[in-house]
């Protein structure tokens, strides 16, 4: 049994296209993709601390989440594999409170998937912000051999991933996750970029 992690932003989803519409709706600032150099929307957008909770706040809401477009060729790709086998799983560090309208975009879309599950992938989260939201991962409980592949877009995630754990790892190839130098060259060379689904399809096809 293949065992498949996928994240959800900018991923599954358009996530950070549909956050550059909503920064130019609210603070009429325009920044391209290719200008998101930065995880970090508070510099990528430049916005002050108290500008950028408000906008994530209005981001989250449910009926911007259900509309955010999904990603060319994911279900296409994710629905070959789920009919060769593979167990799918989604594993997103949005809010834990997103849990209902992600839920009804992953239905909605058809995502094929086992389980959604909610990690704290960037420490965001102290225990009393967990309650009442059902169970978060902690990056720690995916040590292993929990997956055989993993996609992401998040370097920190990735790089954390390639480290932990035996997965085959690959980034889509994005302008917030291309500063390696802060990471170690065996933790780079352990992590395969694409462009795109079509392009990760090929490469998990492929082999090693
Ligand atoms: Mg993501």
Redesign the pocket.
């Known amino acids: 049994m293949t065992r498949i992690y996928v994240?959800?932003?900018?991923?599954l989803a358009k996530?950070a296209l549909a956050f550059t519409h909503l920064l130019e709706e609210t603070f009429g600032k325009r920044v391209a993709l290719e200008e998101i150099h930065s995880f970090d929307l508070s510099k990528s957008f430049d916005l002050t601390q108290e500008e950028i909770d408000r906008f994530m706040v209005e981001a989250h809401r449910p009926e911007r989440l259900i509309e955010v477009e999904p990603m060319e060729g994911a279900v296409d790709v994710l629905s070959a594999w789920h009919a060769d086998g593979c167990e799918i799983d989604v594993l997103?560090?949005r809010p834990p409170s997103s849990s209902d309208v992600s839920r009804e975009w992953l239905s909605r879309h058809r995502v094929p998937h086992r389980r959604l599950y909610f990690v704290d992938k960037y420490a965001r989260y102290d225990e009393a912000a967990w309650e009442g939201h059902g169970r978060v991962l902690r990056m720690s409980e995916l040590h292993g051999d929990a997956y055989d592949l993993v996609i992401?877009?998040?370097l920190k995630?990735a790089s954390y991933l390639a480290e932990a754990t035996t997965a085959r790892v690959l980034l889509f190839d994005r302008p917030w996750n291309r500063d390696v130098s802060k990471l170690p060259e065996t933790t780079v060379a352990r992590i395969e970029r694409c462009r795109d689904w079509p392009e990760a399809a090929a490469l998990w096809s492929g082999g090693s």
């Open positions: 994240d959800f932003d900018d991923v996530t997103t560090g992401e877009d998040s995630t």
